[in-house]
């Protein structure tokens, strides 16, 4: 039976991959089977590895990890004449704060993400496929386990499926929490039973990735809208968003609204109005203050800078990203230094430690951002904040350094007058306070 | 060192999902899923796993040492773990972790004398929209609000004894 | 060459080949590229970003320790943004670092403080509290202590990569994170302090050196490690005729960086409290001090009465003194006291294979060699244990240029981990089990064959018979003990025509005199019914000494000039680094011995003496500049000087492992504190 909904939908999404969220029994094959489900599979054995990889191209689909990559174009990186045997990896370590969607989608929709696997299996020649999870979505991993368990048994996953010829195994794997394994080649060596310490890129993933193997790695929402993507056809998918930035993607709505939740939504969606129309609004009549658009990682955006189109080009624009997705919102009365507070700490404790500026760097700015929120900042302070910033921008090993400076650069250059009102020991919303919390 | 037949079980499909000669792999979900019937990572576990796996001992601690999760000392029986990241900080995560403190009298990665209960402040566990979120062992419980984790432990509080 | 990229490096123009790094690129054109984790030869990190450089059209700075040349490339090291990065990672690495340098062993030798010195800014804006862990030790060797580690995983890398052992692993994670050893609190490991000495900071510092002196306090003599045959450069560095260091840090030797716990530690049987000062002499069971002179006085007469009624001499010499040394015993021995009677403890059997190869041009690998081959074979010898520089190279050869490695050994092998393949015999068979790897050898481009004490006799005939079967370039090494096995065999410290050999002196009933220089034959012996007056010149009191008439005290291999030959008959040359009161070079005391006599052979100056080596000894007419420069020159594959009577049943290894060196090694406290010692071979 379907779990309570989360969250209210709203009249204003467009449910295509969460089509099936809140159908009773959403997670079982049968029901999958009953709403054409793998119909897109049936189409993609009709159709050449090429053509499967040209319609996604067609899609326009870019990843929904973060980084927004094209995902036709990674899917033809991967050389799938190469005789070594080639993987498909999921990344459902879903850990960016703000970000929720994954959880849903593997628990409302399993078995669309194993036909997303399925027919990204056709695509490069790949007959095996990971499930990274991490380590606190345990009872997603026993879930997906059970639909995995439930595809099998009814010749869904494993040799010859339905007659097809095609054979295809997937097995999921726990992390242990780790933030950093959310980076792909991260992922792939804490896959192989190591610390999830980033690896050199070049070889990128597609090429050798895990075990040295060609491996086409992506996030959970980026397969799950395979199917529909092959099912109707890639340009149908594209239409649904803006030019170069095709289809929908979930939307992670938190902070202050009155219905936090997540939305699937067409790309160029307005900001503002995810805010106000589909999450409706800020309580109390408060005024908004600000939005991370998509995930803490995001360079901040003020409440002025929100009136544009939620896609990949418009945010890059306003000089933020699109992201995972995870929208934080907040109001007039947030301290906006308490919240970069928690969002280094956050940075300094998943810093994996293994480049100079970002170990160093995120433990310095923890250091002095606490300090500083506690009413013992000096003004120099201010300026060293944004330095430590850029100082570790573009700089590190991978992106997680990058992750911790956006913020810490975006908050600091746009509200000056916040951390300048510390100085004297207070907060314009009296939130400054001994911090009593663990310093990780 | 063996486990129960459940989790041996798990362990032999788990060695069995990774490439011939790949074992290695299997060192992360092993660990973890051993911590939680053995209650921590203890020597013995590192060097059972790393025979398992085919690894050094060595290698199984520096995987042990990185994974925030993994703990060298058992937590509590309910080991609750409230999230102060920004989604659940803007609606009451700080607070509620502070709440939770002071109704255990306890600190972070600390356990009651009976060692039932334990404290981690963690970080964003992916509850953002349904903030502010705490996990009980690996239960996920949203919206909580002081009132309504006073209830959730007393109820267990009454389990306990 | 057309095949070259030509790139721009700071206005430079600069030609590499393709695949080379940046960093190495402009390392070559003389433009330096800063870096901590970068290290020729392991792999590659790019983790401390100390190398970001700008290249242009790149979206941001680049890291020249993995990024390739490109053709066209245009790459500045000099720009402000460059200098502005480097001054950031410096203040960021100072962060959490103690600043401890005026107590910091490392002190005017740390990278650290040369790079913060360069390019670092000049005050740091880091006011918070510092992140401490206390130090810790891990060994009698390694202590670590963890704040003023950069995370730079050289010493995880030398470990695992270089040494093939892999003791230490990273612990932690973030700005916690640390370097951890193999057993929890300690450490179970070679103790070759590898990764002490590749430590760019004082984070790892050693049991022997640690608070012992500032650097700039020290002299630093490059000599040849006196233990095992491999002949390892060890710079010793010496303060007030006290040695307290042992490294290879200029990477200068045949061994480049590579020392064992041997090379970097146990110097310091030197200024051993038990080491002899004065002659003694036995009187009734026990031994007085006399003088050089009287000393000289009484064995003169002995040696002159011996002669004078025809008697009989028998010559012992050492596995550890000088050709020189050797030579002029050996001289002394035939031409002033007229005997044949002279040997050696033999721990291989070069005087067969030196037979078999005779005036083959290419047939003797040098350890350079092993670092090129393309499969090497191992027979009947527990490298690691026993040639630890000849394992490095090997290991490094397969790690570099994926060398084929064979073993044939009685147990288990280090070589085992990246063996094309590895055969268990029992001790004996490993001639028998070479046809079962026929064709895999025979397949290969070339072969290098090192083979211990297990081949001997006419077997070194058939192994040489079944590497020319090969059809492929093979070469070959005997493998033999110590510092100068092989200078004592071809300097002629072997029995030649009707002389008797090392057994059968220490039998003989009429011997009359038994003159031993460095060595103790008597170790585990009691020289009954020998009627014989036994002179000894060495550096303790020994089983030998004790059962000695007369003991001269020796200055050791540290204490003199001129040189020995390695394993693959590499000369090189020792130097003087310390003084030890009361003692004398060996050559000196056979000098002075003849002078007494008034039976000269020579001048003892060691520099003539090599001359005459040269002349002399067939296969040791090296060049001289090579040795003068500090260098290595392989002998000829040409008998020595003495046709020897081969006596296979005495040739045997006295299977010195990484922590023993025969009688020497006792004497080493560093040696006898590890609690890895005595090792095992084939050991598991
Ligand atoms: C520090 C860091 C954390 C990341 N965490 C995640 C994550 O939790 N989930 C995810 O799908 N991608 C994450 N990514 C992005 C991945 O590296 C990768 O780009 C993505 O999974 C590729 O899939 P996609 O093409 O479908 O986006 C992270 C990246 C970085 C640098
Ligand atoms: S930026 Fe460096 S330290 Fe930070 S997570 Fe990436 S590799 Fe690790
Ligand atoms: S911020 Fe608490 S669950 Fe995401």
Redesign the pocket.
Known sequence: MARKLFNEPSPLEVKVISKRFGIDNSESLDTYLGTDGMKAFWKAREMSPEQIVDEVKASGL????????P?GL?WSFVPRTNPKPKYIVV??????PG?CK?RLLMEYDPHQLIEGMLIAGMAVDSHKGYIYI?GEYRYLIDHMDRAIAEAYAKGWLGKNIQGSGFDFDIYTHSGAGA??C??????LDSLEGKRGI?RLKPPFPAVAGAWACPTL???????SAVPAIIRDGGPAYAALGTPKNGGTRMVCVSGHVNKPGVYELPLGFNLLRVVNEVAGGIPNGKKLKAVIPGGS?CPVLKADECDIPGDYDSLAKAKSMLG?GGMVVMDEDTCMVRALVRIIRFYAH?SCGWCIPCREGTTWLRKILMRFHDGRGVRSDIDLIGDLGKGMLGRTF???G??AAMPTISFVEKFRDEFEAHLDGSCPHGKAHELVLSSH | MTFSPELEARFSKMLESYPPGRQRSAVVPMLIYAQDEVGSITSELVAEVAKRCGVTPLQVEEVVGYYSMLHRKPMGKYHVQVCTNISCLLVGGEELYEHTCKKLGLGNKEVTADGQFSIEEVECMGACSWAPAIQINYDFHHHVTPEKLDQLLDALKKKAN | MSDLVTLTIDGKTVKAAPGTLLIDAAKASGIEIPAFCYYEGLTLQAACRMCLVEIEKAPKLMVGCTTPVAEGMVVHTDSPAVAQARKGTLEFLLTNHPLDCPVCDKGGECELQDMVFRYGAGESRFTEVKHHVDEKQWSPVVFYDGPRCILCYRCVRICNEGMGVGALGIGNRGVISEIIPNKSDHLECDECGACIDICPVGALTSGTYRYQTRPWEMQHVGTICTHCSNGCKTTLGVRDGVIIRGNNRDRSGINDEFLCIKGRYAFDFVHSQERLQSPLRKVGDKFEEISWSEALEVISGKFKAALDRGGKFGVIGSNHTTNEENFYLQKFAREALGTENIDHHRTGDVATLLDALSGKQDVLATVADLYKAKAVLVIGSDLAQQHPLLSFQIRADYRHHQAHVYAVTAGPVREDNYAAKSVRVTEGGELAALDGLRDLLAAEGDLTILFGDAIKGEAVGKLVAFGDSLGIPVKYVCLVDYSNSRGAYDMGLVPGPGGMAYDQMLASPDLDVLWVVGANPLKNRALVGSKAFVVLQDLFMTETARQADLILPAASAYEKNGTVTNVTGEVQRVKTAAKVMGTKTDLEIIGLIGKEMGLSVGIWKQEKVFDEIRQKVRGYNVPVPVLTTGGAAQTAAVNGRVPATVRPELIRSSRDTLFTSGTLGRYSKMLSSVMEGPGKIFGE
């Open positions: 870019r990843g929904r990890g973060g980084a927004g990559f995902s990674k990344n459902a370590d879903e850990s960016e970000t994954d991490r933030y950093e959310g980076e792909e080649t991260a992922l980033p790695l992506s996030n959970v929402e980026t397969f990682s995972s998943e991978c992106a997680l990058d992750a």
